[in-house]
T-cell receptor, first 110, second 116 residues
Framework: QQPVQSPQAVILREGEDAVINCSSS?????VHWYRQKHGEAPVFLMI?????EQMRHEKISASFNEKKQQSSLYLTASQLSYSGTYFC???????????FGKGTKLSVIP | GAGVSQSPSNKVTEKGKDVELRCDPI?????LYWYRQSLGQGLEFLIY????????KSGLPSDRFSAERTGGSVSTLTIQRTQQEDSAVYLC??????????????FGAGSRLTVL
């Protein structure tokens, strides 16, 4: 079942912060975050594992609330290079398959 | 290879024709995935292969779509009797196939299919 992301799109000025949310109606074992820049392939950012620690990639961090079946991506002091579409992906139990949300388009402007 | 390689990068075809899209995964990656991304849309799962296990075909949208993976390496996605709604970017990804959920996908650059 496809996770739900919010917001669908956000525009930030350089230096501003943003939060992207990902929620699921089914139990989550892990949450994966990928970023896709315009015209490029998606690139792995981080994985949040059940019972694991909050992860960080540069000034991007993420949390995973197993009880609420949701994850949040925190972009701090955004840079122009953060622009792109962010996807969260969730696997099934014991499954390799990742089902992705519809994505959140982030635009950072000067 | 160093990354996931896909060919062709662009394919324009006429409605009703068959097309084949190729994916060459990272050497040693046992899992291979196909996703479809329509313009401005998300990543729609199509199929994945893991080692010698039967592929998970649950995402294939119709019986016009099929895929095979030869020798546990190169994969070909075939679309028969293409329709205009098949127009999209077809992305291939591979991974080490770790069952723990810590399974990192590396995507290829994609094959952009346009059906006229």
């Amino acid at each position: 079942q496809q996770p739900v992301q919010s917001p669908q799109a956000v525009i930030l000025r350089e230096g501003e912060d943003a939060v992207i949310n990902c929620s699921s109606s089914k139990a989550l074992y892990s949450v994966h975050w990928y970023r896709q820049k315009h015209g490029e392939a998606p690139v792995f950012l981080m994985i949040l594992l059940k019972g694991g620690e909050q992860m960080r990639h540069e000034k991007i961090s993420a949390s995973f609330n197993e009880k609420k079946q949701q994850s949040s991506l925190y972009l701090t002091a955004s840079q122009l290079s953060y622009s792109g579409t962010y996807f969260c992906g969730t696997p099934g139990a014991g499954s390799y398959q990742l089902t992705f949300g519809k994505g959140t388009k982030l635009s950072v402007i000067p | 290879g160093a990354g996931v390689s896909q060919s062709p990068s662009n394919k324009v075809t006429e409605k009703g024709k068959d097309v084949e899209l190729r994916c060459d995964p990272i050497s040693g990656h046992t899992a291979l995935y196909w996703y479809r991304q329509s313009l401005g849309q998300g990543l729609e799962f199509l199929i994945y292969f893991q080692g010698n296990s039967a592929p998970d075909k649950s995402g294939l949208p119709s019986d016009r779509f099929s895929a095979e993976r030869t020798g546990g390496s190169v994969s070909t996605l075939t679309i028969q009797r293409t329709q205009q709604e098949d127009s999209a970017v077809y992305l291939c990804a591979s991974s080490r196939g770790i069952r723990s959920g810590a399974n990192v996908l590396t995507f290829g650059a994609g094959s952009r299919l346009t059906v006229l």
